[in-house]
């Protein structure tokens, strides 16, 4: 009888080892020869794996940056534009590039 993994309890020390097996993995359980033949369920889960081996190895890392739009309070609801950054544990906003350095 073969066994998948000699020691399943054991955790490879190299997450970027871990995400490779498990791409494999995938692959092998969907019977697919190739990356890009993976179903989109399975790709969701390869991109979280690969953000959190980022925050593994550096946990200030930015996660997403970007712009979003915030509505003020009545009575003028004016949509102002701020910066975005999500880091492993904070979202923090700036009002302008300038502001964030």
């Known amino acids: ?44 889960g390869l991109i979280v794996k690969k953000i959190a081996n980022q925050l593994i190895k550096n946990p200030n890392a930015i996660v997403k940056r970007g712009m979003l739009t915030k509505e003020g309070n009545k009575p003028n609801r004016r949509v102002e534009s701020r910066l975005m950054i999500v880091r492993s544990k904070t979202l923090t906003w700036y009002h302008d590039q300038k502001e964030f350095e």
């Open 1 to 44: 009888m073969g066994h998948i993994q000699d020691n399943p309890s054991s955790i490879d020390n190299d997450p970027e080892i871990e995400a490779d097996k498990l791409l494999q993995h995938i692959l092998l359980a969907e019977d697919l020869d190739s990356e890009d033949k993976i179903p989109q369920k399975s790709k969701q």
